[in-house]
Protein backbone atom coordinates (compact mmCIF):
# COMPACT_ATOMS: atom_id res chain seq x y z
CA UNK A 1 0.00 0.00 0.00
CA UNK A 2 1.40 3.42 -0.83
CA UNK A 3 1.91 5.80 2.09
CA UNK A 4 2.51 9.53 2.92
CA UNK A 5 3.91 10.39 5.81
CA UNK A 6 4.77 14.01 6.84
CA UNK A 7 5.85 15.17 10.07
CA UNK A 8 4.84 17.86 12.08
CA UNK A 9 6.49 20.04 14.50
CA UNK A 10 3.77 20.83 17.23
CA UNK A 11 3.62 24.49 17.52
CA UNK A 12 2.65 26.35 20.88
CA UNK A 13 -0.02 28.41 19.07
CA UNK A 14 -1.50 24.48 18.63
CA UNK A 15 -1.66 23.95 21.63
CA UNK A 16 -4.63 23.78 24.57
CA UNK A 17 -4.31 25.08 27.89
CA UNK A 18 -3.78 22.01 28.94
CA UNK A 19 -0.75 21.54 27.03
CA UNK A 20 -1.91 19.34 24.57
CA UNK A 21 -2.56 19.89 20.73
CA UNK A 22 -6.14 21.56 20.47
CA UNK A 23 -8.70 18.58 18.67
CA UNK A 24 -9.17 20.83 15.75
CA UNK A 25 -5.57 21.19 14.45
CA UNK A 26 -5.53 17.65 14.24
CA UNK A 27 -8.14 17.96 10.85
CA UNK A 28 -5.18 21.03 9.73
CA UNK A 29 -2.81 18.33 9.99
CA UNK A 30 -4.79 15.79 7.99
CA UNK A 31 -4.82 18.19 5.52
CA UNK A 32 -1.53 18.47 5.53
CA UNK A 33 -1.25 14.79 4.78
CA UNK A 34 -3.69 14.41 2.15
CA UNK A 35 -1.59 17.37 0.42
CA UNK A 36 2.07 15.83 0.64
CA UNK A 37 0.52 12.31 -0.56
CA UNK A 38 -1.07 13.70 -3.08
CA UNK A 39 2.23 15.37 -4.19
CA UNK A 40 4.11 11.51 -3.83
CA UNK A 41 1.42 10.13 -5.94
CA UNK A 42 3.06 12.76 -8.62
CA UNK A 43 0.27 15.25 -8.51
CA UNK A 44 0.13 18.94 -7.67
CA UNK A 45 -3.59 20.02 -5.67
CA UNK A 46 -2.74 23.53 -6.15
CA UNK A 47 -2.85 23.07 -10.14
CA UNK A 48 -5.97 21.47 -9.97
CA UNK A 49 -6.91 24.40 -8.00
CA UNK A 50 -6.16 26.75 -10.85
CA UNK A 51 -7.83 24.56 -13.70
CA UNK A 52 -11.20 25.27 -11.40
CA UNK A 53 -11.76 21.75 -9.74
CA UNK A 54 -11.74 22.20 -6.03
CA UNK A 55 -12.34 18.90 -3.59
CA UNK A 56 -14.38 19.69 -0.51
CA UNK A 57 -14.48 17.26 2.43
CA UNK A 58 -18.14 15.81 2.45
CA UNK A 59 -17.28 13.84 5.84
CA UNK A 60 -14.71 13.57 8.17
CA UNK A 61 -14.19 11.22 11.25
CA UNK A 62 -11.71 11.34 13.82
CA UNK A 63 -11.30 9.18 16.64
CA UNK A 64 -8.54 10.50 19.19
CA UNK A 65 -6.18 8.11 21.35
CA UNK A 66 -3.56 10.08 22.76
CA UNK A 67 -2.27 13.46 23.20
CA UNK A 68 0.50 15.33 21.63
CA UNK A 69 2.09 17.97 23.45
CA UNK A 70 4.25 20.85 22.42
CA UNK A 71 7.31 20.49 21.54
CA UNK A 72 7.11 17.05 20.38
CA UNK A 73 7.50 15.77 16.52
CA UNK A 74 3.62 14.05 15.35
CA UNK A 75 3.81 12.06 12.30
CA UNK A 76 0.42 11.93 9.59
CA UNK A 77 0.10 8.86 7.56
CA UNK A 78 -2.22 9.14 4.83
CA UNK A 79 -3.44 6.71 2.11
CA UNK A 80 -6.35 6.12 -0.34
CA UNK A 81 -9.16 3.94 1.77
CA UNK A 82 -11.82 4.28 -1.21
CA UNK A 83 -12.17 5.63 -4.60
CA UNK A 84 -15.16 5.10 -6.67
CA UNK A 85 -14.18 7.47 -9.74
CA UNK A 86 -16.14 10.84 -8.43
CA UNK A 87 -15.49 10.40 -4.41
CA UNK A 88 -12.16 9.46 -2.66
CA UNK A 89 -11.63 8.54 1.00
CA UNK A 90 -8.38 9.41 2.88
CA UNK A 91 -7.54 7.41 5.95
CA UNK A 92 -5.09 8.86 8.50
CA UNK A 93 -2.95 7.64 11.26
CA UNK A 94 -1.46 10.50 13.45
CA UNK A 95 1.46 9.09 15.60
CA UNK A 96 2.90 10.43 18.42
CA UNK A 97 6.75 11.26 18.96
CA UNK A 98 7.26 7.81 20.39
CA UNK A 99 5.27 6.26 17.74
CA UNK A 100 1.94 5.49 19.59
CA UNK A 101 -1.23 6.22 17.42
CA UNK A 102 -2.73 9.56 18.22
CA UNK A 103 -5.42 9.12 16.27
CA UNK A 104 -6.97 7.61 13.27
CA UNK A 105 -9.50 8.94 10.86
CA UNK A 106 -10.32 9.23 7.51
CA UNK A 107 -11.95 12.32 5.61
CA UNK A 108 -14.30 11.66 1.94
CA UNK A 109 -13.65 14.20 -1.09
CA UNK A 110 -15.57 15.02 -4.08
CA UNK A 111 -14.19 16.73 -6.82
CA UNK A 112 -16.33 19.77 -8.21
CA UNK A 113 -16.22 22.70 -10.37
CA UNK A 114 -15.08 25.90 -8.29
CA UNK A 115 -17.89 28.11 -10.10
CA UNK A 116 -20.95 25.65 -10.22
CA UNK A 117 -20.08 23.04 -7.15
CA UNK A 118 -20.98 20.38 -10.13
CA UNK A 119 -19.39 17.50 -9.38
CA UNK A 120 -16.74 16.10 -11.76
CA UNK A 121 -15.09 13.06 -13.45
CA UNK A 122 -11.66 12.76 -12.68
CA UNK A 123 -11.08 9.83 -15.29
CA UNK A 124 -12.04 12.20 -17.60
CA UNK A 125 -11.04 15.53 -16.71
CA UNK A 126 -7.37 13.96 -15.34
CA UNK A 127 -7.22 10.74 -16.45
CA UNK A 128 -3.49 10.41 -14.57
CA UNK A 129 -4.94 11.09 -11.08
CA UNK A 130 -7.70 8.20 -11.93
CA UNK A 131 -5.05 5.90 -12.80
CA UNK A 132 -2.88 6.99 -9.98
CA UNK A 133 -6.00 5.92 -7.69
CA UNK A 134 -7.44 2.93 -8.94
CA UNK A 135 -3.75 1.59 -8.93
CA UNK A 136 -3.57 2.19 -5.39
CA UNK A 137 -7.04 1.29 -4.40
CA UNK A 138 -6.09 -2.20 -5.99
CA UNK A 139 -2.71 -2.18 -3.86
CA UNK A 140 -4.55 -1.57 -0.42
CA UNK A 141 -7.48 -4.01 -1.49
CA UNK A 142 -4.81 -6.62 -2.09
CA UNK A 143 -3.33 -6.11 1.67
Known sequence: MIVGTKEIEVRYAETDQMGVVYHANYLIWMELGRT????????????????GIISPVIDIQASYKKPVRYGEKATVKTWVEEYDGLRVTYGYEI????????????????????????????KRLFP????????VKKQHAAE
Open 95 to 122: LTESGEIALIGNSKHVCVKKDSFRPISL
Open 36 to 51: SFIEKLGFNYAAMERD
Open 128 to 135: EWHEAYEN
